[in-house]
C-alpha cells in the first residue's frame, strides 16, 4: 500500500496560460522506495495588481483636487483627467506612477471620446468613475450668450454623458460612479440660468444611470454641494466657515464608497452649517 509520507505546496505558476497553476511536490512511499511526484492543480488566476482604480475628471484643481489628494491616501490609482497641471505638480512628486494625468478639453466631444479611448486601453477595471469636470458662468437667459449655454451644457452635461456612457463596459462590479452636480440641480435661480439648466439635466442623467447600473452591482450618487471654497469665489468678503470646505465633500463621497456593499447613497446634498449664500 502507497503511503504519502509529504506534500510541499512551493508556489503558484504564472505561465502565461489562460490558467495558473499550483505545483505540487508529492512524495509516496511504496515497498521501502521514495517516489517524488510533481502534480499542478488549476487555479483561477490572480490579478498581479489589485490595487483599486479612479478615474476623476476635473481633478487639477478645487473639489477635484481635494477627491485626487483623498483618494491617493486610500492607495488608488488614480486617473485625473484636466486641461492643465494646476496643482497636480507635487502629488506626482510625492505619489510617482500611482498618479496619471490625462490632458483634455472636455467640453470638445472628440477630446472625451479619445480620453475615453485612452483610459479604456491602460485600465482593465475601473472601481469609481467621478464626473466632477464643470464651468459656471453668470448669466441671465435673455442676456448670456449663446456660446456661453453651449459651453455650460457641453462640459457640465455632456462630457459626463459621453465618457461615462464608453467607460461603463470597463465598470468593475461593485464599482461606484459619481456625478458632481448642485444644488442648483434642484433650486434655480436669477442670473445663473445656463448652469442651473445643466446642473439640473445632469442630476436627471444620474437618476437614470443609476436605474440601468444598479442590477450589474454599479452604485450611482448624485453629489449636490452648495457654495464650496474654490477659486469660483476667489475675492470674495465672506470668511471660510460659510462655506463647504472640498475637502469636506472628499470625504463624503469617499465614506459613501466605502458603505457601497450595504447601501447606496442616491443623492448627496451638501450644504454649509449656515445654509446657502
Known sequence: MSEIIKVIVPHTLFDGCKDNYKLF?????????????VCKKPVKRLSLNMQKTAVITGGSKGIGLALVKR????GFKVVSVSRSMGELSPLQDQYG???VVMFADLSQKQAVLDTAQTILQQIESIDVLINNAGVFLPGAITQESDEDFELQMALNLNASYYLTKRLIPNL????????????????????GSS????????????????AELMNQGIAVSAVLPGP????SWEGTD?????????EAIANTILMAWENRSSMVMEQITLRPMLGDI
Request: glycine share 6%; aromatic share 14%.
Open 25 to 37: 511536490l508529492i512524495s509516496m512511499k511504496y515497498k521501502g522506495f521514495v517516489h517524488n511526484t
Open 195 to 210: 448652469y442651473c439648466i445643466s446642473k439640473h439635466a445632469l442630476l436627471g442623467f444620474t437618476k437614470v444611470l443609476r
Open 71 to 74: 483618494f491617493l491616501e486610500q
Open 172 to 191: 468593475a462590479k461593485g464599482g461606484y460612479v459619481f456625478n458632481i452636480c448642485s444644488t442648483a440641480s434642484e433650486k434655480a435661480y436669477a442670473n
Open 238 to 246: 465672506l470668511p471660510a466657515s460659510r462655506f463647504i470646505q472640498t
Open 228 to 231: 464650496t471654497l474654490t477659486d
Open 97 to 99: 506612477s500611482q498618479l
